[in-house]
């Protein structure tokens, strides 16, 4: 073998070489791509309508200052029964007004007792609560 023989193949061989990093390059890239659409951005600090994010529903105070659309899950303490009870933000059963503020006055089927934690589902109208579901706990 020629000297000039021996040049071509190392300058040969160096051009593999240096096109190496350069394809997995171009591979990241393009397995990159695969992934598919951008994922939806949210506003944090705003669960999405409906969804009801870990550790529980809204406050009371969360759902009343809301713009977000109903079905809205909500958690806090019923105080109160039939057509008197309210959802409220703390309960004290050795005080003399048990429900804490803000409260809401609760409108609808709602299943737990006087003095228990539930997230209620449904919507804020005015000073109350239509309730649709309530989840006990």
Do not use: H
């Amino acid at each position: 073998m020629s000297d000039e023989d021996a040049r071509r193949r190392r300058i040969s061989g160096m051009r593999a070489i240096a096109a190496i990093p350069v394809a997995a390059v171009a591979l990241s890239l393009a397995l990159v791509g695969c992934g598919g659409a951008a994922p939806e951005q949210t506003t944090v600090g705003q669960p999405s309508a409906g969804a009801v994010p870990p550790g529980g529903g809204l406050t009371v105070a969360e759902a009343i200052a809301t713009s977000a659309e109903p079905p809205l899950a909500v958690t806090g303490w019923v105080v109160g029964t039939d057509g008197k009870a309210r959802l409220c933000s703390t309960y004290d059963a050795a005080a003399d007004e048990p429900c804490g503020a803000p409260s809401l006055a609760l409108r609808g089927d709602v299943t737990a007792k006087s003095g228990e934690k539930v997230t209620v589902f449904g919507a804020v109208e005015g000073e109350a609560f239509a309730v649709s579901s309530t989840v006990q706990g």
